[in-house]
């Protein structure tokens, strides 16, 4: 069982930052795929960035409304991913969620793009941002 907890989330004005962090439990965290996702209020939860450690080396991958704004990293000595999201946007508004994947290393952004590959989930934070 992993266990995910995201940390982070607030208000700041649009143009602004804010750093999320997800904190992990688990003794094999650096063969994990990492992933965050969002869900506006109405929308469905979408992919946002994921970060890979495998067979291939070091992979990340990022949705295409965040890249060059969002970087995602990992400590794996601290078992924790982050999320550092600049230049943030209104429309950037949702829960964001911190999710595993302790299966094989893929080399596909359209796998790691799909929630049901995800094997655990944090329970969100929130990040909101004014006009």
């Known amino acids: 069982q992993v266990q995910l907890v995201e940390s982070g989330g607030g208000l700041v004005q649009a143009g602004g930052s804010l750093r999320l962090s997800c904190a992990a439990s688990?003794?094999?965290?650096?063969?994990?795929?990492m992933g965050w996702f969002r869900q506006a209020p109405g929308k469905e939860r979408e992919f946002v960035a994921a970060?890979?450690?495998?067979?291939?080396?070091?992979?990340?991958y990022y949705e295409d409304s965040v890249k060059g704004r969002f970087t995602i990293s990992r400590d794996n000595a601290k078992n924790t991913v982050n999320l550092q999201m600049n230049s943030l946007k209104p429309e950037d508004t949702a829960v964001y969620y911190c999710?595993?994947?302790?299966?094989?290393?893929?080399?596909?952004?359209?796998?790691?793009?799909?929630?049901?590959?995800?094997?655990?989930w944090g329970q969100g934070t929130q990040v909101t941002v004014s006009s």
């Open positions: 970060h890979t450690w495998g067979w291939n080396g070091i992979n990340t």
């Open positions: 999710a595993a994947d302790v299966g094989p290393t893929r080399s596909s952004i359209s796998y790691y793009r799909q929630e049901v590959n995800y094997n655990y």
């Open positions: 688990g003794r094999t965290f650096s063969t994990y795929t």
